[in-house]
């Protein structure tokens, strides 16, 4: 009886704080004023509002927002304006791509090769392909060691295509897909990689931010590039703003195993990985460094906000 009193109490508790803070967070907020303390705080934040939607007045209250490429930029620029002591940070985050941005993109997508996604570990073509077949002849479905590299369902990539898997025959050691599956089906020779995708956020594939991701030449005069090198230059948000949050910037990647994937090949060799991916995970947290790194370069001055699990130390 006296421990159910006790969570009664503490239950109360909970439920005081929870309005008092409801509350609190209702009001409009007052920046840089006696209401808010000698430093401006506490201050009030928003990720991701809707902005065709919302009320202005809603978005008014916030002391700094973070947007994203789809927002209305209109409503974004009356905010400003109203208020130019609100802070305002643009999303900049490069460690996954949509499948709508590859639609929305497609000029700057299709030049992505296949080397800089996250893949699972896959195997090759064992014949050339043309752009309609739909049973795709490969090298291996399931390993000496009783592996299986494949699973219906799974979206594979080779060279600038995506492929999804509907059947397969292990006999014939072949795969009955669907073509251009977002990214547009083409020829492919003999000996092309293919590979499972991985899908963390639904509808969207991870890249590799890892050093050991495979340098490739697009012949853009850059040279031999990674991801990360060429997502940098690209994608870089334009407008002026307050700062940049960087989403899903992580001091390891493996933790994605079990649940998202089955296993990682981060350097498209096709191998079993027999560390733990502990090389994998330490080229990982280099590559996101290497990324924010590259954020402070450009954008001096600039807050940049990460949304990690990881400690990253900026020079």
Same mark, same amino acid.
């Given at each position: 009886?006296?421990?159910?009193?006790?969570?009664?109490?503490?239950?109360?508790?909970?439920?005081?704080?929870?309005?008092?803070?409801?509350?609190?967070?209702?009001?409009?907020?007052?920046?840089?004023?006696?209401?808010?303390?000698?430093?401006?705080?506490?201050?009030?934040?928003?990720?991701?509002?809707?902005?065709?939607? #919302?009320?202005?007045?809603?978005?008014?209250?916030?002391?700094?927002?973070?947007?994203?490429?789809?927002?209305?930029?209109?409503?974004?620029?009356?905010?400003? #304006?109203?208020?130019?002591?609100?802070?305002?940070?643009?999303?900049?985050?490069?460690?996954?791509?949509?499948?709508?941005?590859?639609?929305?993109?497609? @000029?700057?997508?299709?030049?992505?090769?296949?080397?800089?996604?996250?893949?699972?570990?896959?195997?090759?073509?064992?014949?050339?392909?043309?752009?309609?077949?739909?049973?795709?002849?490969?090298?291996?479905?399931?390993?000496?060691?009783?592996?299986?590299?494949?699973?219906?369902?799974?979206?594979?990539?080779?060279?600038?295509?995506?492929?999804?898997?509907?059947?397969?025959?292990?006999?014939?050691?072949?795969?009955?897909?669907?073509?251009?599956?977002?990214?547009?089906?083409?020829?492919?020779?003999?000996?092309?990689?293919?590979?499972?995708?991985?899908?963390?956020?639904?509808?969207?594939?991870?890249?590799?931010?890892?050093?050991?991701?495979?340098?490739?030449?697009?012949?853009?005069? @850059?040279?031999?590039?990674?991801?990360?090198?060429?997502?940098?230059?690209?994608?870089?948000?334009?407008?002026?703003?307050?700062?940049? /949050?960087?989403?899903?910037?992580?001091?390891?990647?493996?933790?994605?195993?079990?649940?998202?994937?089955?296993?990682?090949?981060?350097?498209?060799?096709?191998?079993?990985?027999?560390?733990?991916?502990?090389?994998?995970?330490?080229?990982?947290?280099?590559?996101?460094?290497?990324?924010?790194?590259?954020?402070?370069?450009?954008?001096?001055?600039?807050?940049? /906000?990460?949304?990690?699990?990881?400690?990253?130390?900026?020079?």
């Amino acid at each position: 009886m006296f421990h159910l009193r006790k969570l009664q109490i503490l239950f109360i508790q909970f439920l005081l704080i929870l309005l008092v803070s409801l509350i609190n967070c209702r009001k409009n907020s007052t920046p840089y004023t006696m209401e808010t303390g000698e430093n401006g705080y506490p201050r009030l934040a928003m990720w991701w509002p809707d902005t065709w939607e #919302q009320p202005l007045s809603d978005l008014q209250r916030y002391d700094w927002i973070g947007f994203g490429d789809w927002d209305n930029m209109a409503t974004v620029a009356t905010l400003k #304006q109203a208020n130019p002591n609100q802070k305002h940070f643009m999303d900049f985050s490069i460690t996954e791509t949509s499948w709508d941005w590859w639609y929305e993109k497609k @000029a700057i997508a299709e030049k992505i090769p296949s080397e800089w996604f996250l893949t699972q570990r896959g195997t090759r073509l064992a014949q050339a392909i043309d752009d309609q077949q739909i049973t795709v002849p490969v090298d291996t479905i399931i390993t000496r060691d009783g592996t299986r590299l494949f699973e219906i369902g799974d979206i594979l990539t080779c060279e600038f295509e995506s492929m999804k898997v509907l059947g397969m025959n292990e006999n014939a050691k072949s795969l009955t897909v669907k073509r251009g599956f977002v990214r547009s089906a083409t020829v492919h020779p003999a000996g092309s990689p293919v590979a499972p995708h991985i899908t963390f956020w639904p509808e969207s594939w991870v890249m590799n931010m890892s050093r050991m991701c495979p340098k490739v030449d697009l012949n853009d005069g @850059a040279g031999a590039q990674r991801w990360v090198d060429y997502a940098s230059r690209h994608f870089a948000p334009t407008g002026e703003w307050d700062g940049y /949050i960087v989403d899903r910037i992580e001091n390891e990647e493996s933790w994605l195993i079990p649940q998202w994937c089955r296993s990682i090949d981060p350097d498209c060799s096709n191998r079993k990985i027999d560390d733990g991916y502990a090389a994998f995970d330490a080229a990982w947290y280099l590559g996101c460094s290497d990324f924010l790194e590259y954020l402070r370069e450009v954008f001096p001055g600039k807050a940049i /906000i990460s949304n990690t699990s990881g400690a990253f130390y900026l020079t």
